[in-house]
């Protein structure tokens, strides 16, 4: 019984350690992610087409973060200004933008 809890807190230390390895450089993030601000950074910006507000990126979740950038770049979501940027991302891109904009606090 104790080799296999030693095993497991073995193993969970190790899948701990490679998830922040995988999680992505804030620091870069915040370098790469200045093309971002140029819309998301705007209080009650309208995207010209179509007519919306753009949402809020600064604060959001990581995982949301990655899986929308991701769907940007492979095109699984639609948006013509998004798609090309999404392209334009490394998946370590994503990944370091992510980091940056989950990163920062939002005072409500």
Known sequence: MTRALLLALVLLSATAALADETKGDAAEGRLKAYTC???????GW???????????????????????????????????????????????????IAAFLSSIKIAE
């Open 37 to 43: 601000t140029g819309c998301h950074g705007i209080t």
């Open 46 to 96: 309208k995207n010209a087409y179509p007519n919306y507000h753009v949402p809020r990126i600064v604060g959001q979740n990581y995982d949301y973060l990655i899986a929308a950038l991701t769907e940007y770049k492979t095109g699984d979501r639609n948006h013509p200004t998004m798609r090309a940027q999404g392209e334009s991302l490394s998946e370590a891109d994503i990944r370091d």
